[in-house]
């Protein structure tokens, strides 16, 4: 199964500061169809995952424009430019490219 | 709007099975994939299978052959069968609209104690 290491596993952080979350893959994501199937996941407390960026770098809809993804091959990144409260809860990137799909173990932001 | 609703006993005993209901209001779910996943204590995630739009399946092969995934269309549900549970299976189980990853039911707690 394809291994997904995110770093760091907590974040501390104040409001308005930027952050990145990494997420590295043990074997290239790019598929032979072309598309790259590397996701981002937030789950705050008490709620049930919400999709931020799929395909690498594309943003949901209604997902605020603070939340950007990047990456390719083995490395990938999600960026939070401007923390805001909002924010807080686990990050997990997700990876369909090979079967099975696999989540990285967590990111968690905290407040500092 | 789309959606999900998962429903089954919250408390398990060892070796027998665990049985959920994903019921599915807004979309129908002859279209699209349909998934199970779920979230150990701790941040452990674990995508368990899905049942496609045809009602073929996947399963993830760490759950050999103790998964089933089937449906119901005339009522728009889908299930998720685990059988031979131990205290391992202790977690929050989810549905989703698997691939797009965009609807997410609310989570069940199922905790697999004697």
């Known amino acids: 199964d394809v291994v997904l290491t995110q770093t760091p596993p907590t974040l501390s952080a104040t409001i308005g500061q930027s952050v990145s979350i990494s997420c590295r893959s043990s074997q290239s994501l790019l598929h032979s169809n072309g598309n790259t199937y590397l996701h981002w996941l937030l789950q705050r407390p008490g709620q049930s995952p919400q999709l931020l960026i799929y395909l690498v770098s594309r943003l949901e809809s209604g997902v605020p424009n603070r939340f950007s993804g990047s990456g390719s091959g083995t490395d990938f990144t999600l960026k939070i430019s401007g923390v805001e409260a909002e924010d807080l809860g686990v990050y997990y990137c997700v990876q369909g490219t090979h079967a099975p799909w696999t989540f990285g173990g967590g990111t968690k932001l905290e407040l500092k | 709007e789309v959606q999900l609703q998962e429903s089954g006993p919250g408390l398990v005993k060892p070796s027998q099975s665990l049985s959920l209901t994903c019921s599915v209001t807004g979309y129908s779910i002859t279209s699209n994939y349909w998934g199970w996943i779920r979230k150990f204590p701790g941040n452990k995630m674990e995508w368990m299978g899905y049942?496609?739009?045809?009602?073929?399946?996947s399963y993830n092969p760490s759950l050999k052959s103790r998964i089933s995934i089937t449906r119901d269309t005339s009522k728009n549900q889908f299930f998720l069968q685990l059988n031979s549970v131990t205290t391992e299976d202790t977690a929050t189980y989810y549905c989703?609209?698997?691939?797009?990853?965009?609807?997410w039911g609310q989570g069940v707690m199922v905790t697999v104690s004697s």
């Open positions: 989703a609209r698997w691939g797009e990853l965009d609807y």
């Open positions: 049942i496609s739009y045809s009602g073929s399946t």
